[in-house]
């Protein structure tokens, strides 16, 4: 099994982070590897695999951490790509619109 984590910075506050991360609607400015995403009224469902996301306070911004286990092994380069460009999509994101 494979396992990945990746992080990026963000200059602004966590529950604002947290606010456009969860709107379903902006999930594709910053994850440009979803080509599908809705929220049932309990959970939020996309097309990619499923991964641990957290933000947590870090110097007067954000943290943004993103993990994942990848079975088989295969897939990972792949799925790595993919979570490497969403995580960096974040960090953009907050860039242009904050």
Do not use: C, K
């Amino acid at each position: 099994m494979a396992t990945f984590r990746f992080d990026t910075r963000v200059a602004q506050d966590p529950d604002r982070v947290w606010a456009v991360l969860t709107d379903v609607s902006l999930i594709r400015q910053w994850f440009p590897a979803v080509q599908e995403a809705h929220f049932d009224g309990t959970r939020r469902h996309l097309t990619t695999s499923d991964g641990t996301l957290n933000v947590l306070p870090d110097a007067g911004g954000s943290r943004v951490v993103y993990s994942q286990e990848i079975l088989p092994e295969t897939l990972a380069p792949i799925v790595e790509r993919a979570v490497s460009e969403g995580i960096a999509g974040i960090a953009r994101y907050f860039a242009a619109h904050m």
